[in-house]
């Protein structure tokens, strides 16, 4: 059981999480969100990756941010908004090689043939198309098989094989009982999902707990998430 308690994060003294306090049992959680409403900020405090003002974030009765960063990453893979942004090397491949020795794992191929990254080996990462890059980001981190997945908007700049590749890849961790947090700005990327549960965050705070079938398209337009309706409007 993966569990957040009295989160609250600060930049420059401004709050940019206030309070926030989750069970999250194995299965896939999305967190629903407008943008710069703190889905990020709160993945990346999940994982240790930016200071916490309050609170703490406990896996299995430990805490997440005491861990050493080597070990924490045998337990948390965060996927990058900006798949660039996680890129140290100049080939996939050592991209591959970079998380697998750095946490001591074995490669699961299953995890690289869902993602089609195989083909893309010998090319440098920082040159391929976004679709790609978010593909081999998201490889490049859950290849080393941790316990808890972060994907951060891993639908952006994806074509049809990329969804399907997302969504293969949630049916993967499901089996494998892994705790999958997805944070997302699109609820019509829900239907993709299809999570246990619903968290709504706006303003750094979590404003809504739900599930698919109960979440409505007015605490959607409440909190200024993309809707179908809003989608169908714009297209007009």
């Not at 703190?38 to 805490?63: C, M, N, R």
């Not at 998201?138 to 908007?153: F, K, M, T």
């Not at 969804?163 to 494998?176: G, H, P, Q, T």
Request: glycine fraction near 6%; proline fraction near 5%.
């Amino acid at each position: 059981m993966l569990k957040v308690s009295n989160l609250t994060v600060e930049f420059f003294k401004k709050v940019a999480l206030e309070d926030i306090t989750l069970e999250l049992p194995p299965g896939v959680h999305a967190i629903l969100g407008p943008n710069s409403s703190g889905k990020s900020t709160l993945l990346k405090a999940i994982a240790s990756l930016i200071p916490i003002k309050k609170g703490e974030v406990i896996y299995d009765g430990i805490s997440i941010s005491k861990l050493p960063p080597k070990k924490r990453a045998q337990i948390v893979g965060y996927c990058w908004q900006n798949p660039y942004q996680g890129f140290f090397e100049d080939s996939v491949k050592r991209e591959i090689e970079f998380i697998l020795k750095n946490t001591n794992a074995k490669a699961s191929e299953e995890v690289l043939e869902i993602l089609g990254v195989n083909k893309l080996y010998e090319k440098n990462p920082f040159r391929l198309s976004g679709g790609e890059a978010r593909r081999v980001s998201i490889a490049s981190i859950v290849v080393a098989d941790q316990p808890i997945i972060l994907l951060d908007e891993p639908f952006n700049d994806m074509d049809l094989d990329g969804y399907l590749s997302i969504v293969n890849l949630l049916s993967f961790f499901r089996k494998r009982n892994k705790t999958v947090i997805i944070a997302l700005n699109n609820s019509m990327h829900l239907n993709l999902v299809k999570p246990d549960d619903v968290f709504v965050i706006y303003s750094g705070r979590i404003v809504e707990k739900t599930t698919l079938r109960e979440l409505n398209d007015d605490v959607l337009e409440k909190y200024n998430i993309v809707t179908r309706k809003l989608i169908l409007e714009s297209a007009c």
